[in-house]
């Protein structure tokens, strides 16, 4: 396999740290190195737990074998030489695995650095001293082949990078990501919280948080209206059967919660003697009824637009809903907001004829980018996700996902940015083209998705009456242009380091009285805001004004007001912004106008990075 030359040196270093860890560690076993997208691990299984001093170790351990100055050699062997040389290394346990993954018609090679061999493909560096800067990060658990059911392993993650500028670069943004993580902010600032008792990846919405789920919900309903889409509510569980039509259920059973039988049934399958194995065979055959958490809207969407007959003339429907779904996620997968297994989505599905397609794909996309811009995340690039034609994964008739790929590509094109085709990113109903946006300090979510789908219209026997009193299958749109209210609000709050803009921030406004002889005027104030809309607060803690106002700053609220016997004479507010610093004395009435127009126009403020 050919790699990058920054491919081979973060492969080469993971060949470099496995090799300091059995100097060490002489016992340990192991299993796979490869590079990463930002660097590279290695799993180890030993007895001894890796501690934060042992990484230490490692890392001069691993400085000294690239003094050396190594030599990586390729050595291509037969299997039956393969087998020997596990053996004579002592790495049996989980490489004589990793060899039988090799097809019989593949070479095998081994890589030897000093004393170090490995089972590998390859590629690496010709010399140790070709690494110039790499640096070990983190331990963690992970499962031998990322299956639960087997052993759970050691896994050392480090980085590496051509030369220690680009290290040094690195590394700042990762302190710069750590002070971001949405998981401290968001426990900061009390805007989620993941209790063991309700669940893992099952989060509860704080009143802070909620504050800012309601104002996105707000902004993107109010440019729903404009589009003349219709708001839908569907319930949280639904027949298997439904997900059977869709083709959910058979293409990703893994991943969701199993199905639930009725009482009824369940107590006659109990009194049968029915065994667990049995349980679920029958319900996969069909031959009991069961229900099941919904790991989509679209069947629901599909439903109701199936309820009544359309004409040619009353399309494009377009349906949308905040619809909670659930997502059976491994544990280990599980992190705050951005990975959980209940999550709402900004859901619509739209139904159009084959000549509304463009203009439908062309408002879908608008959508995302109205949102982006409003949310001050411009730099994205456009991914258009085709199907694998070597695949059996995808449904449907090839010349539909023709036509349907072509669709996505012109839509791509006309957005002004680049894009790139990836094959086999396509869901299984249909093409899809995905927004991946750069946060301010260079890290890439993938957000926003548009999909085109002609199959599930097929499989759920979809009709309108045509122009031609004849029955016509339309064309099926999915969108999501936050995708997960839960992961969405998670990129928000490591986008803006938890500074939101004051039309999205859960306390936009404190009041700071001076002492308690201003408390009265403080009150007034403090009524007269709130009922103009303005999220505001009191700060009547004793404490001296510095502390107040350092607890202000804590909890990032955008703007606080001092009030002080000038301030009450004057009627004024000796105003501190978040973002710019003190402003002075303001009118109390012209502040509070400033405030709601910022409010309304969605100003965006961002505190420099």
């Known amino acids: 396999m050919n790699m990058t030359p920054l491919e081979e040196i973060r492969h080469s270093c993971s060949h470099v740290l496995a090799a300091a860890v059995l100097r060490l560690f002489p016992d340990t076993q192991l299993d796979i190195g490869p590079p990463t997208d930002s660097g590279f691990y290695y799993d180890f299984d030993l007895e001894h737990k890796f501690t934060q001093e042992d990484l230490e170790k490692i890392e001069a351990e691993m400085a000294k074998v690239i003094k050396e100055n190594q030599k990586f050699i390729r050595h291509e062997i037969s299997r039956e030489d393969a087998i020997a040389l596990i053996r004579e290394i002592g790495q049996e346990r989980y490489k004589l695995g990793r060899l039988d993954d090799i097809p019989e018609d593949e070479s095998i090679s081994f890589y030897q650095n000093g004393e170090f061999r490995d089972l590998c493909a390859g590629t690496h560096v010709n010399y140790s001293k070709k690494i110039k800067g790499f640096k070990l990060l983190s331990i963690a658990g992970a499962y031998h082949r990322g299956d639960e059911k087997n052993k759970q392993l050691q896994r050392i993650y480090g980085t590496a990078f051509p030369n220690k500028t680009e290290l040094a670069d690195y590394l700042e943004k990762l302190e710069q990501a750590k002070a971001r993580d949405h998981r401290k902010i968001g426990r900061d600032l009390k805007l989620f919280h993941i209790d063991e008792a309700v669940g893992q990846g099952l989060v509860l919405w704080t009143p802070n948080g909620a504050v800012i789920r309601q104002e996105l919900q707000t902004f993107i309903s109010e440019e729903l209206n404009k ?3 219709s708001q839908v509510f569907t319930p949280h569980i ?7 039509t869709s083709g959910h259920f058979p293409y990703y059973s893994d991943s969701q919660y199993p199905p639930v039988v009725e009482r009824e049934s369940l107590q006659e399958l109990v009194d049968e003697g029915c065994s667990c194995g049995d349980l679920s065979n029958r319900l996969k055959t069909g031959e009991i009824d069961g229900y099941l958490l919904k790991p989509m809207n679209c069947p629901h969407h599909i439903k109701i637009y199936d309820s009544q007959p359309h004409s040619y003339r009353d399309l494009p429907v377009r349906l949308a809903e905040f619809g909670t779904v ?16 209940g999550l709402t989505q900004d859901d619509a599905h739209l ?4 000549e509304q397609l463009a203009d439908e794909l062309q408002g879908c996309l608008s959508l995302v980018k109205i ?7 411009t730099n994205y690039r456009v991914r258009v996700g085709l199907r694998d034609p070597d695949s059996s994964k995808y449904t449907g008739d090839p010349a539909n996902w023709d036509k349907a790929e072509e669709a996505c590509r012109v839509a791509a094109q006309s957005l002004g940015v680049p894009f790139a085709e990836e094959s086999g990113e396509a869901a299984f109903y249909g093409p899809k083209i995905d927004f991946v946006v750069s946060d301010v300090i260079g890290r890439e979510w993938q957000l926003g998705t548009v999909q085109v789908d002609y199959n599930l219209p097929e499989r759920f026997d979809l009709n309108y009456i045509g122009a031609d009193n004849q029955n016509h299958r339309p064309i099926m749109i999915h969108r999501a242009p ?3 209210m839960e992961r969405f609000c998670g990129v928000l709050i490591e986008h803006f380091g938890g500074d939101f803009p004051i039309w999205l921030a859960p306390e936009q406004l404190r009041l700071l009285p001076i002492s308690d002889k201003f408390e009265e005027t403080t009150q007034a104030i403090f009524q007269r805001y709130r009922d103009a809309g303005i999220r505001v607060s009191v700060d009547n803690h004793s404490d001296k004004l510095g502390a107040k106002i350092r607890r202000a700053e804590l909890d990032k609220v955008p703007y606080t007001a001092i009030i002080g016997q000038k301030e009450v004479e004057a009627n004024t507010l000796s105003i501190r912004s978040r973002f710019t610093g003190d402003e002075g004395s303001q009118p109390t009435d012209a502040f509070l106008d400033r405030l709601q127009d910022e409010i309304k126009t969605r100003k965006l403020m961002m505190k420099e990075t």
């Open 482 to 484: 936050f995708g997960s």
């Open 238 to 244: 639904g027949k298997l059967e439904l997900y059977k």
């Open 371 to 377: 949102i982006l811009t409003t949310l001050g995340m």
């Open 227 to 229: 589009q003349g889409y």
């Open 351 to 354: 139904f159009c004829t084959e």
């Open 326 to 341: 659930y997502r059976w996620e491994q544990s280990g997968e599980l992190s705050g907001m951005m990975r959980v297994r």
